[in-house]
């Protein structure tokens, strides 16, 4: 069954250049250059991937990754003109799993797309879910339970302590994190995971003291836990 792909671009030529060589590749598009018939979409169609441009008439690329995130884990590649860090680290704050930025080559695109595909069948096929003391982390489900209750997380935050409890005391830097669990090596800038971590650490301080969020100055951080 070929892959469903959604590209929300608002430039014609982008956007039909980029349908052309992804239905090559035998997968199947659909092209919206509005940001809310691009939402519409998004709900008819059930892409196995959405390529989204932040700058849209209608509604923006933003805006839409946030909605698609309340509902759906559903891979997401940004697609910008702008190349300003802030941008990129707000596209993975949202829950974004790459970001792309104009112009690019189609190469370095089916590249990405066939990563993100990728591993977004792999994580599918394979029952993900850690049990600490007082602590759930169930990335099948996409939820967090924290001493018992259900606590509302992002999914780029589950992710990242997911990657971190899975080898527990073992150091990560910032730039493995980024690779890993953000799926690309988002060269330039580490702030995006000091603040998820700042987050888990704000609903997960305190709870137990067998395990916990450790930074390791200099180096990174990993997940403490003691037998």
Not at 12 to 17: S, T
Not at 94 to 103: E, Q, R, V
Request: glycine share 6%.
């Amino acid at each position: 069954m070929p892959r469903k792909v959604l590209i929300v671009e608002d430039d014609k030529n982008i956007a039909d250049l980029m349908r052309l060589y992804l239905e090559k590749e035998s997968m199947e598009c659909q092209v919206s250059n509005d940001g809310l018939e691009g939402l519409e979409k998004f709900h008819q169609f059930q892409p196995d991937l959405v390529m989204l441009d932040i700058m849209l008439p209608g509604m923006d690329g933003w805006t839409i990754c946030r909605k698609i995130r309340e509902t759906s884990k559903v891979p997401i590649i940004m697609l910008t003109a702008k190349g300003e860090l802030e941008d990129k680290v707000n596209g993975l704050e949202l829950g974004a799993d790459d970001y792309i930025t104009k112009p690019f080559e189609m190469k370095e695109v089916l590249a990405r797309v066939h990563a993100v595909l990728r591993r977004y069948g792999e994580e599918e096929q394979t029952e993900k879910r850690l049990t600490f003391d007082k602590l759930v982390i169930n990335l099948d489900s996409y939820e967090l339970l924290v001493d018992g209750k259900r606590v509302d997380t992002p999914p780029k935050e589950l992710e990242l302590l997911y990657h971190l409890a899975s080898s527990p005391n073992r150091v990560f830097t910032r730039n493995q994190l980024l690779d890993e669990v953000w799926g690309f090596d988002y060269f330039g800038d580490s702030r995006t995971v000091d603040v998820h971590i700042k987050r888990l650490r704000e609903k997960l301080e305190g709870v137990s003291d067998k395990w916990s969020l450790k930074t390791v100055w200099g180096v990174g951080y990993k997940f403490e836990s003691n037998p």
